[in-house]
């Protein structure tokens, strides 16, 4: 009988075992309900982002000094030109009307001249033999006079008819390709109180500049000569690089938002960057290597018990924004959260620096919450 319970409870206590190490081995392999990262070290760039256009560094507008109806049309979009091509013809019959007219007042004044100047010779003649009045002496050399300066005044008229009848044909400024028109055959000119824009003329489409809206926050951290790097929609992920070549001191507010434009030139061998195009510029601060480096989501992690310790700094600390005191959590030994104090210093978009604190490299670090397996995406823009 003895026996007999002896073997019974071998049995018991193997059975016990066997139910506590199952349990045990069921524990270790059960999945985490938090994602998590591991602490690495690697090299972290530290960037500013601002996003600007791109323009030619040098465009020209050229425009009309006088008005009239287009006549001729040369050039059209996309077309390179030279320096003194002919752009466009304005109708030259007005023109070529008041430059007749004042061809004819001219030789009317002259003229004029011609006879006031004979009067005076004959007046001066007359007055040495006391035949007439110093009165009339003197007002005969007048008239010459005064018809002298209507011929100088007919010509000056003449000479600007003549320019403008120039004028009604334009012409590029400058050597580059036309980017813009606005005119076409048949449209009226008008140029009576302000010059009308017609064509604009990018200069060199091989050198570009972005002018980027940098935030006041950011702006002390950008130098003259500052490398950057940048996309934009067109091509994808492609980089294109460039550097800063201007900070302008005139700021823009919009809305309380107070911003600088930093101008960027760009080198475009290729043609490939279009004028007009929106850049995702990120200007290049400093770079850290072999820096401890952390997941910026397990900055904003907490456990939903867990209450913060008093203390000077620590709410700071707790709003868990790179570059300043923060509690993260680490996977323990018992595969619970354990906080950790750490002081963070540059950041970019996926990860931030640890300066200083309690953590090391290859450490688990607690990330977020798992999602249940049955929760349910909601996604918008359903059908209707």
Known sequence: MTRNRWILLMLLLALAAFAGWFFLLRGRDAPLPFETAKVEKGTLVEEITANGIINPVRVVNVGSQVSGTVQKLYVDYNDRVTAGQVLMELDPQLFEARLAQSGASLANAEAQAALSAANAKRAAELRRQDFISRQDYESAVANARSSAAQVASARAAMDQDRANKGFSIIRAPVSGVIISRKIDVGQTVAASFQTPELFTIAQDLTQMQIEAS?????????????PVRFTVDAF????????????????TTQQNVVTFTVVVAVPNPDGALLPGMTANAAFRVQEFTNALLV????LSWKPKDYVPP?????????KGQPGTGATIFVLGADRQPVARRVRLGA???????????????GETIITGDVEPAGAVQVKMGGPR
């Open 310 to 318: 008093r203390g000077s700094g620590q709410r700071a600390a707790e």
């Open 236 to 251: 994808g992920t492609r980089e294109f690089a460039g550097r800063v070549s201007q900070v302008r001191l005139n700021p």
């Open 295 to 298: 997941p910026n989501a397990a």
């Open 347 to 361: 950041y970019d978009h996926d990860n931030s620096m640890v300066l200083a604190g309690d953590l090391k490299a």
């Open 214 to 226: 940098v935030a006041e926050a950011d702006i002390a951290r950008v130098k003259t000569g500052q």
